[in-house]
């Protein structure tokens, strides 16, 4: 793909996108519909899996990673169709019904499939699993989940004293916990309250702040019960529930959304239009810090479907300023930090990231790599143990960066692109379609010069 300013440009193992303004500028306009939300996409897949009857899902994300989890899923039985965004089938297969797989599981570059999974996996009693993935997904921590579920009882072996994949799993009827969880993580908690559905009483988790909440939205509506205290973060889930295949309406991922957010920013002169995005209050920390930032965005048509929240959002391009982004804030916009990061270095005065050191064992150690990636760009990033500290106002040159294969990196480093003096070539683009696989194509349409 290739025009004057976007160009793909194919090399033996890899992709390199190349961004490179005219030097006169451009600005973004238009509407943009972004992908399926993918935290959604993922827990749509499974519990349709496990539930009665039929599930359909509309508007699914079709990027690696869901269809990491339906892979994984179709190996233990389940029938699911080919995933496309119009509609997704699914055959319920009843809770605890899933399948030994003939094979190992591959959960491909996808923390969230491998985590939740784990899960249901271990409360298969008398079934034996076995779970892989890729080479960035067998370098992450696995013991946030796996020790929380051997309090259940599970029985689970792997690399470095269980604490990386490839993961063994004997499957076995676990026994109720209150787990206490170190840290506000929704992966953990979803792949707790997923092992207690065919625990005989109740399972509790209990975070120090509140993580994203689709888990417990989506297991009400597929008919599990649970109780919710909101005062103390905590959510118990009452085992042997009857779940019941629904029809499942994705929003688009906000997570995705932030990349066009910044980019209306940032770039001068600009208007963006993005339809269709879930606003849930436990993934909206980006609209509050950049609301801090005096970005200048509006949500219009605010609605709910399927118990999410969805709006579409109006930014224009602003002047932002520095602030300090930390405690509970963080767990609501883990994802998002690469790309705040981007707009922090457009913004006026110091901005500080801090109480993110879960970033250091993502799909890559994203703190290192966005400092690494704004900072070859001529931007100044301080990395510190648990954040980073950006000052602003400053101008980007083009170079070549890499983004260490991490789909939110290569995204980030690309909108930062947008604003180099110089081409910026990204190397190992490919990975955006982890999460986007149409960013590119996107980017093109919305760039006027």
């Given at each position: 793909?290739?025009?004057?300013?976007?160009?793909?440009?194919?090399?033996?193992?890899?992709?390199?996108?190349?961004?490179?303004?005219?030097?006169?500028?451009?600005?973004?306009?238009?509407?943009?519909?972004?992908?399926?939300?993918?935290?959604?996409?993922?827990?749509?897949?499974?519990?349709?899996?496990?539930?009665?009857?039929?599930?359909?899902?509309?508007g699914?994300?079709?990027?690696?990673?869901?269809?990491?989890?339906?892979?994984?899923?179709?190996?233990?039985?389940?029938?699911?169709?080919?995933?496309?965004?119009?509609?997704?089938t699914i055959k319920g297969m009843g809770l605890g019904n899933l399948q030994e797989p003939q094979d190992v599981l591959n959960a491909g570059n996808s923390g969230t499939t491998i985590r939740l999974m784990l899960g249901l996996l271990a409360s298969?009693?008398?079934?034996?699993?076995?779970?892989?993935?890729?080479?960035?997904?067998?370098?992450?921590?696995?013991?946030?989940?796996?020790?929380?579920?051997?309090?259940?009882?599970?029985h689970i072996w792997g690399r470095k004293q269980n604490t990386l994949a490839p993961l063994a799993i004997a499957g076995k009827q676990l026994k109720p916990i209150h787990y206490h969880s170190p840290i506000a993580s929704a992966q953990v908690k979803s792949c707790i309250l997923l092992g207690g559905?065919?625990?005989?009483?109740?399972?509790?988790?209990?975070?120090?702040?509140?993580?994203?909440?689709?888990?417990?939205?989506?297991?009400?509506?597929?008919?599990?019960?649970l109780e919710i205290d909101g005062d103390t973060n905590s959510v118990t889930l009452i085992g042997q529930p009857h779940l019941q295949g629904q029809q499942v309406v994705v929003p688009g991922d906000i997570s995705s959304a932030a990349f066009w957010l910044i980019a209306g920013c940032i770039v001068p002169d600009s208007e963006l239009y993005i339809e269709n995005v879930g606003i849930n209050?436990?993934?909206?920390?980006?609209?509050?810090?950049?609301?801090?930032?005096?970005?200048d965005i509006s949500l219009e048509n605010q609605r709910v479907i399927?118990?999410?929240?969805?709006?579409?959002?109006?930014?224009?391009?602003c002047q932002l300023q520095g602030c300090e982004i930390g405690g509970s804030l963080i767990p609501r916009l883990i994802d998002e930090i690469p790309i705040l990061a981007v707009a922090a270095v457009f913004a006026?005065?110091?901005?500080?990231?801090?109480?993110?050191?879960?970033?250091?064992?993502?799909?890559?150690?994203?703190?290192?790599?966005?400092?690494?990636?704004?900072n070859a760009l001529g931007a100044k990033v301080n990395?510190?143990?648990?954040?980073?500290?950006?000052?602003?106002?400053?101008?980007?040159?083009?170079?070549?960066?890499?983004?260490?294969?991490?789909?939110?990196?290569?995204?980030?480093?690309?909108?930062?692109?947008?604003?180099?003096?110089?081409a910026t070539t990204i190397h190992h683009a490919e990975s955006a379609a982890i999460s986007y696989p149409d960013f590119v194509e996107t980017l093109q349409s919305i760039i006027k010069v």
């Open positions: 793909m290739t025009n004057s300013i976007i160009t793909l440009k194919n090399q033996p193992d890899s992709q390199d996108l190349i961004i490179n303004p005219p030097s006169k500028g451009i600005t973004l306009q238009g509407k943009i519909q972004i992908p399926g939300d993918k935290s959604i996409s993922h827990r749509a897949l499974m519990l349709g899996a496990i539930s009665e009857g039929i599930t359909t899902i509309q699914i994300l079709l990027g690696e990673d869901p269809q990491s989890t339906a892979s994984c899923f179709r190996a233990m039985g389940a029938e699911i169709s080919p995933l496309n965004t119009t509609e997704v298969h009693n008398n079934r034996f699993f076995a779970v892989t993935g890729d080479n960035s997904l067998r370098s992450r921590p696995m013991s946030r989940v796996v020790k929380p579920l051997q309090e259940m009882g599970a559905l065919m625990v005989d009483g109740k399972t509790t988790v209990t975070e120090p702040a509140l993580s994203r909440d689709h888990s417990e939205r989506m297991l009400q509506a597929f008919g599990a019960e209050p436990t993934r909206t920390g980006i609209l509050e810090v950049l609301e801090m930032m005096n970005a399927a118990g999410e929240p969805i709006a579409d959002l109006r930014v224009k391009s006026q005065g110091i901005t500080t990231i801090k109480d993110a050191a879960e970033l250091r064992v993502k799909e890559s150690d994203r703190l290192a790599a966005i400092a690494s990636g704004l990395e510190l143990p648990d954040g980073l500290e950006i000052t602003g106002g400053g101008n980007l040159e083009g170079i070549e960066v890499d983004s260490f294969k991490d789909h939110r990196i290569a995204m980030s480093l690309a909108i930062a692109g947008l604003r180099g003096k110089n």
